[in-house]
């Protein structure tokens, strides 16, 4: 009897694992699709209407905006950005700080090309990541599956 309790929590503990790794790594996936779509606005915004970053962001979709930054009063585009320090991967990290760096320092020419080069590299880094959370989730499905049979031969 204790046997079967202890294999039953020691499945449910590895299948626990499972989920917060797979949740862990959708959210990062839609951490980035969430930062795209605020790269599209800003540039279809400046490309269209030539519009400051201030004016740009306050006309952004709030729920948007909470998602990504959980107080997103400040307008500043780099303060904005910076809270998400830590939360991608260092690649678009380096591609997000090089657009907050540059963005405003141009003509809109300019301007939108730095967001087309921008999304560029984030959309090519969220297709290898979509790619990879996939390989991924495939083998810590698998690595479940055996730890959780060695556990079941474990306890015979």
Known sequence: MLRALGGVICLASS????????????????LLDDVILLMQHIRDKVDYYSAPID?????????????????HRDMDIEVL??????????????????????????????????????????????????????????VAATLTLVADGIIFIALL
Do not use: H, P, W
């Open 81 to 138: 950005f910076s809270s998400l320090s830590g939360e991608l991967d260092i690649e678009c990290e380096k591609a997000i700080r090089d657009f907050t760096g540059s963005f405003g320092k141009s003509y809109r020419e300019g301007q939108v090309l730095l967001c087309d080069g921008t999304l560029k590299i984030l959309e090519a880094r969220r297709d290898k990541m979509r790619e990879m959370y996939i390989s991924r989730k495939k």
């Open 15 to 30: 299948f626990g694992i499972y989920r917060s790794f797979v949740r862990s790594e959708s959210r990062k996936l839609d």
């Open 55 to 71: 004016k740009i962001l306050s006309e952004c979709d709030s729920d948007l905006m909470t998602r990504l930054f959980s107080d």
